[in-house]
């Protein structure tokens, strides 16, 4: 276990420096659209918030911390008392896992496949595509995160944004429910890319893409932004099976991320339950969420596929 | 009072050790979720009366400095004897003084006995002080503390349970089967509730209009510690006021069916000491019951609370422990991850509002913000929402 307050003072300092909890180079979060040469502005913009392209990043990062958490020092397995900081914010080299790197391209080029698909043309604001300050709010850093969220906010309006599609829970309920709060004369309309599919009608028919599957709802789409039926919508229109865990929808289990950096050890631990759960259901688990894909990936076994929803309704077998 | 947030994550890391403690951990709750979930499914009238409930706390909460005012001369006329405490040092110097030295002690189990940190005051005053809530004289015996509201030995298994019962009350089990381990605590018990001098009770709800007491159990201890010894203190935080009788039993009701006990087998309403007037209509008190009724009301930190456009959400808690059963943290840490009484979503504010916002703010960073605890609430309080706070506060301190 981290000192938490060691850990807070670690995603200030690099959010001061870096705009980002942790090193992470700005083209990072761009470069996948860098191909397909979208508009860069316009009313309806895609906005990650980098949630996605962090993932990589953050994997490292716990990894490293894990190996902390689980080191012996002076008898007691506690790394609260200063190890953070005599490591350095220096010390803490953050590789992004390839792999990982090339996933998350994937999912979000299928994003833009898919707008496109039913008929929503978006413009993406490349270096604007900035971090959404969420963990800066989770973890009640509010004055940081407010002139965090003003910079975000003024960046999407010069871009000419009425309306902002976001690809994961958090930024969805980020952008939607709490800037308003903290954003002066907020007027953005954010709508998840998975509501604007289900609402607009599309149907992905994949064939004999079609399978069982079993859904995580992630919390903040089920629990604080009512993105429920969605997700089952447009999974069943393309031909899957939707099965339900024992704990879904508006009960839906956590998936341990948000912990991951405080303690890994716990949120793998919690990320065991969910994922045992889940696949008693069906071996292919779908996510929507880049954290909870990462922290269930990272407890499944082989024999079990955990998968973007982006990736199924774009036809990418499981 | 006070607590270490830093000494709470290392119990925190050695329990993720503890096999024994994760496996009864998650027994408890997978039990009490399905539990819950199918009483709520089967009983939609018990959302409705959860909805009144709501409604009935919100009232109090806005009216709090004029619901103890009237609680207190409601208290008066059913002849029991008000006190207020306005920390916790008060309440057990009142108590002290009621109880003295030298006595048996009978408790009830009470969340804020634990808060003020009752039984051991009372014991270093020379009284013998038991707790004959099986759950909680677990507890008493390993030395701990309550690891859920309503089930404090959540975190025992049989084994484990069955062995401190036969070694520390020295009697002799035959097997290891529970219903010999609770025969064995009954007769144990009965032996010291007869011969007590005093009994001491927390309280699920207070009605203001008549001073009664609502106690809601499935045990019958809470009756006979209440009823048998001549002198009864009932331990009231001041949250639990609520205007009406009717009000207080509704609290009793959700409490139980949340806690997952529904039917509870027994509610209490203890409205003054016992009397009798069969003869030539002479009151005369202590009839077969308490001669005297001591209820002590403690602030310790919530009429503050009730003034903060956040925290006074909180004052609705009606103790149910519900949200612990439902969180993925507490599932793993119990109340450990807590303060020195109260644990898990609801203890943890509990705890910034008793002892200390910023310690508890460094522990509120364990919360994933999953909302969880918010969903399953029956009275909607924001927890998640008033954790997230907690931590701005401790992000603030450092």
Redesign the interface.
Known sequence: ?L???E???LVEDNMRRYGFPFPVPREAVYSWAKPLKLPERGPVILYTGALYQLTPYIASVVEQLSTIEGSRVSG???K?SGILSSLGVSRLVVRPKSDMVSVVERILKSIVGLLERSGVKVAYPYEDDMYSGVLL??????ELFKGHAVKVYKALKSRGAELIVTVDPHTTHIMRSVYPRYVDGYDLKVKSYLEILAEGGAEFKQGSIGGRVVIHDP??YA??ENVVEHPRKLLSTAGFEVLEPR?SR??T??C????EG??P??AK??AK?RFEELREKSKTIVTLCPICYTNLKAVAEDDVDVVDIALLLSGVKP | MTFNSLQAYQEIWDALSDSEFQEALRRASTTSQVKVEELLAERRDLLELCREVVEAKKRSVDLLGELVERAYRSLEAVKAKPYYAEEAEEARRIIGSIVGSGKLVVMAKSMAAMEVGLRGYLESLGNEVWETDLGELLVQLEGSRPMHTITPAAHMTRLKAVKLISEKLGVKLKSDSVEEAVKAVREFLRGKIVKADVGVSGANALAADTGAIVLVENESNIRLVTSTPPIHIALVPIDKIVPTLLDAVKVAMVQAAYAGLYPPTYINIIAGPSSTADIERVRVYGAQGPRELHVVLLDNGRMKASKDTLLKEQLRCIRCGRCQYECPVWVHTANKWGGPAYGGPMGLIWTAITVDPIETGKLAYLCLGCGRCDASCPVEIPLSTILRHLKSVASRSS
């Open positions: 276990m000192n938490p307050i850990v807070v003072k007691i397995a506690l609260l709010y989770d973890l009640g850093l509010d919390c903040l629990r604080f704990r508006k009960m289990y956590c341990g991320g948000p912990i405080l303690t050890r716990m631990m919690i339950t």
